[in-house]
């Protein structure tokens, strides 16, 4: 791996070096690996520098995470089996009982949770505050804050943390920071670079891109992914499958591809649906109308990401709608796929969950999360435009 590798070749070269003659990472699905002899045997597991044990460590494994760490610019990554095993194991690294958290709203449901009722449970406290301000954001910060856990753009509502002014009040008070860049991702995003300690993902999502692995992973510095991989990940066991972890290395080789134009596709649908006389808002960061506009090409320069929020006039019946009418996109949850996924939380995900506290959360009546695909645009918008039911 060179220095100077921009990030498409570093994609597609990073860990071909672990097996030179292979012109594609070869898979290992092996759960132990024999030593020849009890010294070899014993120098393994003093110097762990090489296979022993797949919970532990696996060669394919080894080059979906130098994948990941060589997108984020960190030293080193641990893969896991999902990206919650990634949000919690990143969590369970840094606090111990008496510590304090302090969360971003607008968080993954699964996050969300286990930031407000795991992790009291085990005697951590927490608190969760609009990041949108850093400066209304401090007043939440206590003398045993141990974590900043941020996620930008936020769920559903799309807006964004202030990373480098967040990342910047954690470091004046020796607080830690773990950002999920789940929906930026690194080809957007690098919160690395703006003083994050540790980026959490759900490779399920689009560095895999395809569908069809479950897996997540943690990038930072050598110390605390070293943490992360001997206590959590190892003695909580949420290691990935070396089979998911090949899927997902080989959805790296052309994410960067992909994801250019998950954010072309994206932008150019927010547009349409903005003019759209069925749509009351729209909520991508990257068009005008986004409060945060700015923040968002100085923070996200390489484009809005895969996923635009919008607001239909006619409320929850319209939603449901356009749920039994779309063809071409498909009625699921999740995001990051090469084929588009469309969902109407208040009729479906959110379905059981009292319309106070679903309003609360920003999931209004008509509001559709929209994950764009790479089919070509003309035909998502025809599809979307069959389905729009006019407002009569
Ligand atoms: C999907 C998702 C997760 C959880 O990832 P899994 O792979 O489903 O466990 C965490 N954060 C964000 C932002 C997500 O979209």
């Not at 690294?93 to 286990?114: K, M």
């Not at 789940?182 to 490779?203: G, K, Y």
Request: net charge negative.
């Amino acid at each position: 791996m060179k220095q100077s590798w921009r990030l498409d070749t570093l994609a597609i070269h990073t860990g071909t070096d672990l097996a030179p003659q292979d012109v594609s990472p070869p898979l290992h699905m092996a759960n132990t690996y024999i030593f020849d002899c009890a010294e070899q045997a014993a120098q393994a597991f003093d110097l762990e520098d090489q296979p022993i044990y797949t919970r532990w460590g696996n060669p394919t494994t080894t080059v979906m995470e130098q994948k990941v760490a060589a997108l984020e610019g960190a030293e080193a990554a641990v893969a896991t089996s999902s990206g919650m095993a990634a949000v919690t194991a990143a969590l369970l690294a840094l606090v111990e009982s008496g510590d304090h958290v302090v969360a971003t709203t607008g968080l993954y449901s699964g996050s969300y949770h286990f930031i407000t009722e795991d992790l009291p449970r085990y005697g951590v406290a927490t608190t969760l505050a609009t990041a949108t301000d850093p400066a209304a954001f401090e007043a939440a910060l206590q003398p045993n804050t141990r974590v900043i856990y941020l996620e930008s753009p936020g769920n559903p509502t799309l807006m964004l943390n202030d990373i480098a002014a967040l990342a910047d009040l954690a470091r004046s008070r020796g607080i830690l920071t773990i950002i999920d860049n789940t929906f930026a991702t690194p080809f957007n995003q690098r919160p690395l670079e703006m003083d994050i300690d540790l980026v959490v993902h759900s490779a399920t999502k689009f560095l895999g891109g395809h569908g069809d692995a479950m897996g997540g992973a943690v990038a930072g510095s050598a110390r605390l992914i070293e943490r992360i991989l001997k206590g959590p990940i190892r003695r909580m066991g949420g290691c990935i499958s070396p089979f998911n972890a090949w899927l997902i290395s080989r959805g790296i080789m052309t994410f960067p591809l992909r994801m250019a134009r998950h954010n072309a596709n994206a932008l150019q649908i927010a547009t349409w649906l903005d003019s759209h006389p069925s749509v009351a808002w729209i909520r991508y960061p990257w068009h005008p109308s986004h409060p945060q506009v700015d923040l968002a090409r100085r923070q996200m320069p390489g484009g809005g990401g895969g996923v635009v929020v919008f607001e239909l006039r006619g409320g929850l019946p319209a939603g449901v709608e356009l749920m039994n009418r779309v063809e071409l996109c498909a009625r699921t949850v999740s995001l990051g796929d090469v084929r588009s996924l469309i969902t109407h939380p208040a009729s479906t995900t959110h379905h059981s969950v009292p319309r106070e506290v679903r309003l609360g959360a920003g999931i209004t009546d008509g509001l559709v999360r929209f994950a764009v695909g790479l089919e070509d645009p003309e035909d998502i918008i025809a599809d979307l435009d069959e389905a729009l039911t006019s407002p009569s």
